[in-house]
């Protein structure tokens, strides 16, 4: 498993329940950065999007030397008993559970906030790239569906289908299997990236079942995905403008060595 060096943070408006890319986060080994990206801006011309208290200042490159508290608090703490329990859900060996690989697999997210985390992939040796998600929404699935993820094989394959007719998100991308269930949403934060790689070529895309978490598990760790790609003319997820600095990483940097 390869621990991502780049995560992406996103907001989601309370009210509309759009996503926005807001923010990126870097680790070379020794220093974390963080940079407000260009999605910020149309997170307030469309949802008049506030400065994190973390990180109050847009036009600012933040370092430090430890995890900012604004991701570190996302994280499960070791001493918890049922920390190796949350191993397995993420698929994630112990020997492999940095604090980047845990938020870059779970998403980070907490029912008191509307911020979540995901990785920038980066491509293997044959130009493929990889990316984990949770299957969203299953708490709104009948439940002969969920029935159905329970019976699942690790590495079935899974197909995704753009639901035009949802009442309430034009844009869902729901995941189905061959016997034509629908097992749960792509995450939106996600579907501006999937959507692209289906338009350029369906067939590069691959989604197949990584884990499936049983009962008393939280439905929203229940369904581990894996998605694959081929990029082709140099497509590079995540690399749209949205998700390209505020400012430039060398201007102005606040350095945090105690963040608090």
Request: charged share 25%; with cysteine; glycine share 4%.
């Amino acid at each position: 498993m390869k621990t991502p060096q780049t995560l992406f943070l996103a907001w989601q408006d309370p009210n509309s329940r759009f996503w926005f890319p807001i923010g990126r986060l870097t680790f070379d080994g020794t220093e974390y950065k963080f940079v407000y990206t260009q999605g910020v801006k149309e997170a307030q011309q469309k949802c008049y999007f506030e400065p994190l208290s973390s990180f109050p200042h847009l036009n600012q490159v933040y370092t430090s030397t430890q995890l900012f508290p604004v991701f570190s608090n996302r994280l499960l703490p070791r001493s918890r008993p049922d920390y190796a329990s949350f191993l397995q859900w993420l698929n994630i060996p112990e020997h492999e559970d940095s604090p980047l690989a845990i938020l870059a697999r779970s998403g980070g997210q907490r029912e008191t906030d509307s911020l979540t985390v995901f990785p920038c992939p980066e491509p293997d040796e044959e130009g493929r790239y990889q990316l984990h998600f949770f299957a969203h929404a299953l708490r709104h699935l009948p439940k002969c569906a969920v029935e159905r993820i329970n019976h699942f094989e690790v590495g079935e394959k899974l197909w995704l289908a753009h639901e035009f007719q949802n009442s309430y998100d034009s844009q869902a991308l729901t995941l189905n299997t061959e016997d034509h269930f629908i097992v749960g949403y792509c995450p939106r934060y996600l579907r501006s990236e999937v959507f692209e790689l289906l338009r350029r070529d369906p067939n590069s895309v691959d989604l197949r079942v990584e884990r499936v978490n049983l009962p008393p598990t939280p439905l929203q760790f229940r369904l581990l995905c894996n998605i694959t790609a081929q990029c082709k003319d140099d497509f590079r997820p995540f690399s749209g403008e949205e998700y390209q600095p505020l400012i430039k990483e060398d201007v102005a940097t606040a350095s945090l060595l105690s963040p608090s």
